[in-house]
């Protein structure tokens, strides 16, 4: 995955029976796990259909600047969030490893430990 670049997230599962009102999210932590850079969770409940499925989100623009991530994810209760199923708790986070040409500005991001970039408009 480049800097910048549009993902889609896809969360495999397997449920035994159909369950109503739940929500799924994602979190991105720092490669050593101590910092969670953002995260983000499915705004209105949904229906975990029964069977072996898959969830998906897209991100437009992840602005992670180059390095390793890991990557967690869960399945929630709605309303109460209590968790259902967790990815990358007890078990190991998928990794996520964000690629950058050399640049001046890559090197400034590596110096400074900076790990996202920001959409700005400079007037004059």
């Not at 437009?60 to 929630?76: D, E, N, Q």
């Not at 490893?97 to 500005?105: D, F, K, M, T």
Request: proline share 6%.
């Amino acid at each position: 995955v480049q800097a910048g670049d549009e993902v889609t997230l896809t969360l495999h599962y397997q449920a035994f029976r159909t369950i109503e009102n739940v929500g799924w999210g994602f979190f991105i932590y720092s490669t050593d796990g101590s910092v969670c850079i953002t995260a983000a969770h499915q705004p209105h409940p949904l229906v975990l259909q029964a069977g072996q499925q898959a969830l998906t989100c897209r991100v437009p623009r992840l602005p992670l600047t180059a390095g390793h991530y890991l990557v967690k994810a869960f399945i929630f209760q709605f309303e109460g969030l209590q968790p259902l199923a967790l990815w990358g708790w007890e078990d190991a986070p998928s990794q996520l490893r964000i690629e950058e040409p050399p640049s001046l500005a890559k090197n400034i991001h590596q110096m400074l430990q900076q790990l996202v970039t920001i959409d700005v408009e400079w007037n004059q």
